[in-house]
């Protein structure tokens, strides 16, 4: 069984479109994440949601929405997507919400190509 | 704020040692170790959370240095499949604005050769 999972696994579309990244884990962890691992492979927390509440919002584009309808499930909706918006985005999860105190669990990634 | 490892890159023959270390310029609360092969997921290592600490994991270790505000990740008589790039994740001590959050290093790409 997969513990993180992330669809698609791959997205390639044009500058301007909406797309959406859905993630859902069946870990029963409390507290969710994204993160955007750029081609240089920085690895950078975008947000963190703990039992559907959003916890940490960094400073990205309002064009970024996260949404999580339940503890299980972390979707993210990106409007008018730009050139810089490529990278890889990574979904986890972790027990409770002490980021720095538990183990984090990462999905396998989608990579999103904006041409 | 985003914590400093060293080296960048390293090369390695089958059963050769070696250390990475991680720097942050803000008091820690914890240091994570993670290793992500090439197209995949990170995948975790471990977790030092008391300063002084240290963990292993088979031949993998680590140690945390409350007061240097660093941690080293040794890895003894590597394999191929040790192979990846690893990166460190710090918490800073809460308090300090960073309370839940991980800040990765820009990772250190380990490369081990038969």
């Known amino acids: 069984d997969t513990a993180v999972s992330q669809t698609p696994k791959y997205l390639v579309t044009q500058m301007g479109n909406d797309k959406s990244i859905k993630c859902e884990q069946n870990?029963?962890?409390?507290?969710m994440y994204w993160y955007k691992q750029d081609s240089k492979k920085f690895l950078k927390i975008m947000f963190s949601?703990?039992?559907?509440?959003?916890?940490i919002n960094e400073t990205v584009p309002n064009r970024f929405s996260p949404k999580s309808p339940d503890k299980a499930h972390l979707n993210l909706h990106i409007n008018s997507l730009e050139l810089g918006d490529s990278a890889v985005y990574f979904c986890?999860?972790?027990?409770?919400?002490?980021?720095?105190?538990?183990?984090?669990?990462f999905g396998p990634g989608t990579r999103l190509t904006v041409l | 704020q985003q914590p400093v490892q060293s080296p960048q890159a390293v090369i390695l023959r089958e059963g050769e040692d070696a250390v990475i270390n991680c720097s942050s310029s803000?008091?820690?609360?914890?240091v994570h170790w993670y290793r992500q092969k090439h197209g995949e997921a990170p995948v975790f290592l471990m977790i030092l959370l008391k300063g002084g600490e240290q963990k292993g994991h088979d031949k993998i270790s680590a140690s945390f240095n409350e007061k240097k505000q660093q941690s080293s990740l040794y890895l003894t008589a590597s394999q191929l499949s040790y192979s990846g790039t690893y990166f460190c994740g710090t918490e800073n001590i809460r308090g300090s604005g960073n309370t839940g959050k991980l800040i990765f290093g820009q990772g250190t790409t380990l490369q081990v050769k038969p």
């Open positions: 986890a999860s972790s027990q409770g919400a002490l980021a720095g105190a538990e183990e984090q669990f």
């Open positions: 803000k008091a820690l609360y914890s």
């Open positions: 949601y703990n039992n559907k509440e959003l916890i």
């Open positions: 870990l029963g962890h409390d507290t």
